[in-house]
């Protein structure tokens, strides 16, 4: 069992849907960071929250928004999805985005028909 | 830009054999490196994480060493067994833009066969 809990497993949607991915930890880490994995690669860095305040935006596309609501919790909303953001999305989260181990989420498996 | 590369991509060893996974780096300039473990369909977990300062990091049966100034770490599996069987990442931590991110590399498949 990981320390970084992500919801749901696993997530088939349409194109036109909106549907939001959720990442929650209670480590009490202020930094907390979304990734998005194709098959057989490394993941890429999408977003990078620090003290609830997005500091980094890797030129993802509008149709990914990401929220920090509190310290505890990390959403990806998504809307208007193309078949190629079909991936595993990670969460991770450190104790401080200040160069601390990454913990990370079994991750979301996303299916865009 | 910085560069992560992982020889081998695959390998496959009988059980109880000694192993070394290579990682390389291009840009000197990192502050940490960290080595993981992903399951297939899984998540990370974090296996090692050596400070720019540090030579080498050990737990249990791995080792991992670190050469900044040749750009190189290395990840010592010993007796590997079944369940050492996984993809293992090495990633660096660098700053851009004045926050820090991680650099993957592809990874190395490993299998270890019974």
């Known amino acids: 069992d990981t320390e970084v809990t992500q919801t749901p497993k696993h997530l088939v949607m349409g194109m036109t849907n909106k549907k939001s991915l959720k990442c929650e930890q209670h480590?009490?880490?202020?930094?907390m960071y979304w990734y998005k994995q194709k098959a057989k690669k490394p993941p890429e860095l999408m977003f990078v929250y620090s003290y609830e305040k997005l500091s980094i935006n890797e030129s993802v596309p509008s149709r990914f928004s990401p929220e920090c609501p509190n310290s505890s919790l990390l959403n990806l909303h998504l809307h208007a999805l193309q078949p190629e953001d079909s991936a595993l999305y990670l969460c991770?989260?450190?104790?401080?985005?200040?160069?601390?181990?990454?913990?990370f989420g079994d991750g979301t498996r996303l299916s865009i028909l | 830009k910085q560069e992560v590369t992982q020889i081998p991509a695959a390998l496959s060893v009988p059980e109880g054999e000694n192993l070394v996974l290579n990682c390389s780096f291009t840009d000197s300039a990192i502050y940490n490196l960290q080595w993981f473990r992903q399951d297939p369909g899984k998540g990370l977990t974090s296996l090692l994480l050596?400070?720019?300062?540090?030579r080498e990091q050990t737990s249990g049966r791995l080792n991992a060493s670190l050469d900044k100034s040749s750009g190189r770490s290395t990840l010592y599996i010993a007796a590997s067994q079944p369940g050492d069987s996984a993809t293992y990442l090495c990633a660096v931590a660098i700053t851009q833009g004045g926050s820090e991110k991680l650099v993957f590399g592809k990874g190395t498949k490993l299998t270890v066969n019974p």
């Open positions: 480590m009490g880490h202020r930094a």
């Open positions: 050596i400070q720019s300062s540090q």
């Open positions: 991770a989260s450190s104790l401080r985005q200040a160069f601390q181990p990454q913990h």
